[in-house]
């Protein structure tokens, strides 16, 4: 996008309105697919849209090819307007920049699974089923259950490379998932629930994507997305740590009975627009929080059982930590806090959490260790350097200020 030629530029966390005289030449803000709640413009409309979305990151490789690259900030209303941008240039590159780093973020995901699956493979054709209960069924769950969000969500926007990638994701994590099964570390109740789930969403998204669904159908599914994700994160969350905690289902019961009652007031009319916004919000931070509860589970497992650390890859957890990690700096340039959320998350606690747990427990080397330490604080610290230059702020500070609390 080319970028008009005027003495100061305004900072684009949200692009200032433009004065009416004007506004009909000027081109809007940049949109970004991580934006995911509807503003219907009547009552009638907020009906017939699809209140489940996405938190697009949490196999955040994805989003490089539904991004749209952003030009240069809008013209500022006002001459008083702060900040303004000293180096539009730097701002491009920066830009580009991001947009390269996120693209290159779909290796890792891509590779993510496959360590853990030889792993895996290794430890069950040598009767060493107990190295597999390392790895904990309920962590694998939420994160299947987050790439059927985006799954739906990009079969839904016809956003061919990031349904391929989403449907790696599934299968790549339903295949650990079988194998869990196999070594019964994950119950078999548990794990048909799972594969009927599992079946039922490929489908659909497939049937979708190439227009052969009926629309009210569809419309149930992501209603189901909706629900379903809002019942299994307090119970997942609940479930961790029994038997510590009494195990019960009420945690479900209670949030997924809570979700039904707000998607029917949403598709009944009886919210306000506010309203119908926030439930169509609801599934994209229940796919970021579900995807931020693995490396918790993860963690918690090798806290319980430390001889069992063994059953990890090192591979995975570095994986891990460089695709979420390629994605922050773009998460931070374009101020989108749920994406950084879920990316810093996942790089810290994933990543790196997973492998201080290994280090303390004598499975990777010192040198490991510590050399991906120092790559990740460098990594940050060069992130953080580069949006400050870029967008002319007086320190790092002021982009984080940005990111989390909006100009």
Known sequence: MSSPSVPSLRLPLRPAPLPRARASAAAPGSSSSSSLAHSPSSR???LLKPLAASAPYH???LLLHQRRRHGPPAVAATATSKPVLTDPKKYQEWDSV?????GAANIPFLLLQLPQIVLNARNLLAGNKT?????????????????LSLLSYFAKKKETEAVIVQTLGVISTYAVLVQLAIAESMPVPQFVATSVVVAAG???NFLNYFGW???TLWLLWEDFITVGGLAVLPQVMWSTFVPFIPNSVLPGIISGSLAVAAVAMARMGKLSDAGVKFVGSLSGWTATLLFMWMPVAQMWTNYLNPSNIKGLSAFSMLL?????GLMIPRAIFIRDLMWFTGSAWASVLQGWGNLACMYCFKSISREFFFATTSGLLLWLGFTLWRDTVAYGNSSPLTS???LFFGK
């Open 131 to 147: 190295a597999l209960f390392a790895v904990p069924w309920l962590g694998m769950l939420t994160g299947l259950l987050g790439n």
């Open 59 to 61: 196999q955040p490789a």
């Open 202 to 204: 490929l489908i659909l």
């Open 213 to 215: 669904l009926p629309g």
């Open 400 to 402: 984080l200020k940005e």
């Open 98 to 102: 991001t947009a390269k780093f996120a």
């Open 320 to 324: 891990a930590m460089l695709g979420n």
């Open 44 to 46: 009638a409309a907020l």
